[in-house]
């Protein structure tokens, strides 16, 4: 994808990797998304853009994502952290940051705080994943992330999902939905290829990487039913999944807010207000 037409920002020259990164508005802290596994930055353009009005907002694609160029899947947490640092820097955006990281985004978020708690202003979780989620799951989702098989899809797939991701994407501009739903069609094992570290790697790094600073949190937590995990998973277990996150979530401190009718990847495409507004609040909070 990294040879394509970029639909926002320019690519950013980063340690021998051509980056994708937009900026936005003005002013700081600035708000950093960290996307979940399969997502890039153009997912988040909706908020992005009226996070602007108020503060810099960054969008970019991790390497081997999006419009980035392609790097062997998965990482490590610190990688993806120090990549995205490194990034930041070649793109002169000041820190500190409010990283908002969004499922699998938030334990790449952790990790950067955890690394560089002196470059961090502030923490956004959008329904993040969690180390602790294997041992507190249903039975249904508590698997090994590392031992799923996403075949090929038929024709007949590839129409449906087109349709659905055109449906989530509705309010982009035109421009910008084409390409994210082509994108999303075209890189169908991306999110098991992102998760498939979880358990060798990902957790036992956040598990054994030291405190993260004392900055304000906000945990928003999707309570309605995702659209996309609706097609492996009945509502009766995704409702049980929703039970669960509330305490679970508890560990990552800071102030925490149930969004109704958000799923868990569609959270800021079913309620940007709700991410608008905990991104406004750790921005004046930080300042």
């Known amino acids: 994808m990294a040879d394509l037409a970029l639909p926002v920002g320019r690519r950013y020259d980063s340690d021998g990797r051509q980056l994708l990164l937009d900026r936005a508005g003005t002013g700081g802290p600035a708000v950093v998304f960290l996307p979940g596994a399969g997502m890039v930055g153009l997912d988040y353009l909706n908020v992005h853009l009226r996070i602007a009005e108020f503060t810099t907002s960054v969008i970019y694609d991790r390497a081997g994502t999006g419009w980035s160029d392609p790097a062997p899947l998965p990482r490590s947490g610190a990688e993806v952290a120090t990549e995205l640092r490194s990034l930041l820097r070649v793109a002169d955006i ?44 249903p039975d249904e989702v508590s698997g090994n992330a590392e031992e799923l098989d996403v075949p090929e899809p038929d024709e007949a797939t590839v129409a449906f999902f087109r349709g659905l991701f055109e449906s989530i994407y509705a309010a982009w501009p035109d421009d910008a939905r084409t390409a994210l739903v082509d994108y999303h069609v075209r890189a169908w094992r991306q999110t098991a290829e992102e998760r498939g570290n979880l358990e060798t790697k990902l957790y036992p790094e956040l598990r054994d990487g030291g405190e993260m600073p004392g900055v304000p949190r906000i945990v928003l937590t999707a309570m309605g039913i995702d659209p996309l995990q609706k097609l492996f998973l009945s509502e009766e277990v995704l409702h049980k999944v929703n039970a669960v996150k509330p305490a679970l979530y508890s560990s990552l401190g800071g102030e925490h807010r149930l969004i109704d009718g958000a799923g868990h990847s569609t959270m800021h495409a079913d309620r940007p207000e709700a991410v608008i507004e905990a991104a406004r609040d750790l921005v004046l909070t930080s300042t």
């Open 94 to 137: 000041p820190g500190p940051y409010v990283l908002a990281g969004h499922s699998l985004g938030g334990l790449y978020s952790r990790r950067f705080a955890q690394l560089f708690p002196e470059d961090v202003a502030g923490l956004l979780f959008l329904d993040p994943g969690h180390e602790d989620y294997p041992a507190h799951m």
